[in-house]
């Protein structure tokens, strides 16, 4: 469970706030179940209601059309016939798990980037249903909308309200015209008499360009679609259905309508969806949907031509699930085989790459880093070996080796110039500027004096990094919401102009702290910060959202988010994995509880403040191990030692660490650092 949800702040008087904390430090035992639970009769009864003149308004998710009669495979039976097929020869067995096991856009992304657009086509498995010629195998099931996809479009119908749902499938659409109702599923469609209104958040897989199956994609809010659910759910009694709470676009703002609040939300295993996160807002019902699909048919009066006919539905006798779920399997496999043999086939090194790149974006930065050496150890197309380089400085970056990774992004920008990769080039560009920051910029080192920054170096690496900051800003896609991304190269680029615009404001962040703690200078640090988180949504970076948030979180202000963004930073992080924001959030936290011990009397409660945060920096000195920086976990140790814990290490061990940082900053205080933490 995430904790600070809703921005809220160390020295808070709020008990919640410390319990979330608590558990994170895992002080305190995880609670079970924290949402409020309810039973099915309770929802029906609400169900029935909606006809009395209380509508409801319902979210379809991915598990709604996983039951009989429909029986459409779930994202991770698709994402193990796509590993199957793409995954390099000796990959291990782990990283399968890994892999098919994480949020199923991070690793289509990665395939999309480098296979083209071809690689959408994979969905149109979810129509093969329907297609006898194509898929004869599932032809003599007689595969169909289920109660569930019936019973709402018959409800939203009678009480004029969309449906709205995340799923590209067309079984809604369907159960509208075996209901003799016409669907109409145009985003912001209305009801009308014959009408049923369909919104497709993440599109629909009868137009491919449209779907969103990228991590870009689900983060990616668009402000008028967003609205217009509000106001729909704000009306109407909320109901999820088979959803997981896993998307960035659309969960977090759900979160933040207060005016909706409590919304149900129906699964048959809520432990695995995101409720318990936001225990507050949900009404957890523990139960199959086709049940309570059933249960309300039953009781509905059989007063106009729709509602006879979906009680006819009740009668159907659905095929076994077993040779259902196996002919699908075999379809998919095939399926697969046939989507990704022409864009990654057996012997091509692209498979490495794609492979690395997924480890990378999950946080296996050490494996990642040795899949990259194994693709670029043979030449390729130019510009997948930028895309390598610039993934080889990153991990680099990662490791705080940050002369290899600046040697990496220069070859990745002498390559992209001699090809004429000017997005490659740009990306590439950033990339030498941040390494060269990192050498020579003491960064968060308690020992740096203010005169390392009048350094030539330093001086020299500041000034390039504020120029290409100018320049980027205004380069950045100002896109209008929910379009299509760009191609994968200029959406890079973009990512990368994002993250320099963090750099330079967390640079400009602790100058103006020191030197302008004013109420203006931290308003207009807000407002950097805003404008980054939106254009952060806008081009669909999700970790731009974090960092922006991180750094927000670090304002005295205590503002969290704009625009209502309801999710935390270690929220973001358990779908994004990311070891190092994992790490710097729980350092953040302790270094501010740490600060507010310092404010109170040694009485039990700053023993308490230090405990907590003696917790915290022991959990970031596990991300820190996890994502392979040394020099995060040297000032992780730093903090550490000031809870005055009990944790020791050797001077052999210090000096190790110093040396793997390949910054002069660091050997320049190395002889403090390791005075500092040897000392007993």
Known sequence: MGGLTRGRQPGDDDSYWYVLVLQQAEMVPQTPRLYVPRSLDDLVADTLEALAGKPMVFLLGAGASAAAPSYLPQPRLIQEAVYRCVAPLGA??????????????????????LGGESTREIWKVLSLWELPEEAPSLAEFELSPNLVHHLVVYLSWKSRRPVVTVN?????ERAAA???????PRLGAQPGDDTV??????????????IRTTLQGITAADPTVLDRVQREFASATGCLIGYSGRDIDFFPFLCGWREAHPIRWLSLDLEKTAINRFPDAFLGVDARAEEWARRVIVQLPESESAACRLKAKLDRKPPEETRVREAYRALLDEHAERVYSRTFPPDDAKRLLAHAMTLAALGRNEE????????????????LTCRALLLKSAMAHEFARYADSREHAERALSLARASGLRPEAEEALLRVDEARRMMFLPTRLPFAKASDLLDHKSLSATASMVWHAIRVWHRIPRKAQGEVAPPYPELRASFESIEHLVRVGALLQGLMERLLPTLSAHRLLDRFW???????????YALGIGNAKKYLLRR????????????SVLDLY???????????????????????????PPWPARDAKRDLACCLYEKALDAACDAGDPSLQLKVMLGLKETDSSRSWSAAEVKGLIAAVQSPAFTKYGDQLLARLTYS
């Open 168 to 172: 590209f499938d067309n079984m809604l």
């Open 178 to 184: 075996n209901l003799g109702l016409r669907p109409d």
């Open 92 to 113: 291990p067995a782990e990283h399968c798990d890994l892999i098919v096991g994480s949020l199923p856009e991070i690793y289509h992304e990665t395939l999309l980037e």
């Open 556 to 567: 005295s202000s205590g503002s969290a988010s704009s625009d209502g963004y309801f999710f």
């Open 530 to 540: 805003f404008r980054v988180e939106r254009y952060s949504y806008s081009n669909g």
């Open 368 to 383: 990642a880093d040795r899949w990259a050496d194994q693709y670029l150890a043979e030449p390729g197309v130019p510009a």
């Open 197 to 210: 209104a369909i919104w497709k958040l993440h599109g629909t897989v009868e137009r491919r360009d449209s």
């Open 574 to 600: 358990q779908l994004v994995p990311s070891p190092t924001g994992t790490c710097i959030h729980h350092r953040d936290v302790a270094d501010a509880l740490l600060v507010e011990s310092r404010k109170i």
